[in-house]
Protein backbone atom coordinates (compact mmCIF):
# COMPACT_ATOMS: atom_id res chain seq x y z
CA UNK A 1 0.00 0.00 0.00
CA UNK A 2 1.30 3.48 -1.10
CA UNK A 3 0.64 6.74 1.44
CA UNK A 4 -0.12 9.37 -0.86
CA UNK A 5 1.38 13.08 0.63
CA UNK A 6 -0.72 16.07 0.09
CA UNK A 7 0.16 18.57 -2.19
CA UNK A 8 -0.60 22.15 -0.62
CA UNK A 9 -2.16 24.89 -2.44
CA UNK A 10 -3.57 28.17 -2.20
CA UNK A 11 -6.45 29.42 -3.51
CA UNK A 12 -5.40 31.53 -7.01
CA UNK A 13 -7.11 34.22 -5.58
CA UNK A 14 -5.18 34.67 -2.89
CA UNK A 15 -3.43 38.23 -2.98
CA UNK A 16 -0.10 36.55 -0.66
CA UNK A 17 -1.23 38.91 2.41
CA UNK A 18 -0.80 36.10 4.64
CA UNK A 19 -4.38 35.41 5.51
CA UNK A 20 -4.41 32.20 3.55
CA UNK A 21 -5.53 28.97 4.11
CA UNK A 22 -4.26 25.68 1.84
CA UNK A 23 -5.75 22.63 1.19
CA UNK A 24 -4.78 19.31 -0.42
CA UNK A 25 -7.15 18.41 -3.05
CA UNK A 26 -4.82 16.01 -4.28
CA UNK A 27 -6.60 13.55 -1.69
CA UNK A 28 -9.83 13.83 -2.56
CA UNK A 29 -9.84 10.40 -5.53
CA UNK A 30 -7.64 8.35 -3.16
CA UNK A 31 -9.06 8.87 0.50
CA UNK A 32 -11.86 10.86 -0.12
CA UNK A 33 -11.18 13.79 2.26
CA UNK A 34 -9.64 17.42 2.12
CA UNK A 35 -7.13 18.42 4.44
CA UNK A 36 -7.01 22.59 5.24
CA UNK A 37 -4.10 24.06 7.47
CA UNK A 38 -3.33 27.87 8.06
CA UNK A 39 -0.28 28.84 5.33
CA UNK A 40 1.23 30.80 8.30
CA UNK A 41 1.62 27.84 10.54
CA UNK A 42 2.59 24.74 7.84
CA UNK A 43 3.95 22.49 10.86
CA UNK A 44 0.84 22.93 12.90
CA UNK A 45 -2.28 21.15 12.94
CA UNK A 46 -4.74 20.66 10.22
CA UNK A 47 -8.22 20.01 9.31
CA UNK A 48 -9.16 17.39 7.80
CA UNK A 49 -12.25 17.75 5.74
CA UNK A 50 -14.95 15.09 4.02
CA UNK A 51 -15.19 15.78 0.67
CA UNK A 52 -18.78 16.86 0.47
CA UNK A 53 -17.81 19.13 3.79
CA UNK A 54 -15.39 21.01 1.41
CA UNK A 55 -17.55 21.46 -1.51
CA UNK A 56 -19.82 22.79 0.74
CA UNK A 57 -17.21 25.42 2.07
CA UNK A 58 -15.89 26.61 -0.99
CA UNK A 59 -19.49 27.08 -2.31
CA UNK A 60 -20.19 29.04 0.58
CA UNK A 61 -17.27 31.05 0.69
CA UNK A 62 -17.97 32.06 -3.22
CA UNK A 63 -21.74 33.30 -1.93
CA UNK A 64 -20.07 35.39 0.77
CA UNK A 65 -16.38 36.63 -0.64
CA UNK A 66 -16.44 40.69 -0.43
Known amino acids: ?3 E ?3 WL ?3 YSN ?3 QCVE ?3 NLIASYGVVP ?3 SKNPNGPH ?3 SADAWSGLVE ?3 HTAV
Open 5 to 7: TPR
Open 36 to 38: VRD
Open 47 to 49: LTL
Open 16 to 18: NGG
Open 23 to 25: AAT
Open 60 to 62: FAR
Open 1 to 3: MTT
Open 10 to 12: KSS
